[in-house]
């Protein structure tokens, strides 16, 4: 696949993730309950996902290979993505979704830029160059634009 299939591919992620926070946390506000509506979310993505793995997946991953895998792999993914979605549910009634998507996106481009710095989380080093700090800085500014009232 080519960079710019990719490329767009990763912003209609981006629009069903706003579009899911929106809708989720609409659904957390009418059970009175952001983790309750994570907990629903969860569990239809849970179902969605092993539908897909059914339909696409070939082959399934050997036994030694699953048992090389380090145990805080199974659950800290896990556990930050519960804890972000309902950050997103809990704060986008209040404070708005673009308010609340473009400052979680500040987070993101900030944590990103760092760890691709250093190659945190055994992923490719991408040091942060005078392009690479100009794109962030424009970035950001984008982001205080989106917030100033």
Known sequence: MNQIS???LAILGG???AAQGGLNSNLGVLLKNPLLASVVAFLSSTIFAMAFVLISVKSSPKWVDIKQI???LWFTGGLFSVLG???YYY???K???STMISLGLFGQIAFSVIA???GWLN???EPITFKRGIGLIIMVSGIILINIK
Do not use: A, N
Request: aromatic letters at 12%.
């Open 116 to 118: 691709g710095h250093f």
């Open 70 to 72: 380090p145990v805080y």
């Open 95 to 97: 404070l708005g979704i």
């Open 85 to 87: 979605i309902s950050l």
């Open 6 to 8: 990719l490329s767009l």
């Open 91 to 93: 704060t986008i009634p």
């Open 15 to 17: 629009v069903f993730l």
């Open 123 to 125: 992923l490719p080093m």
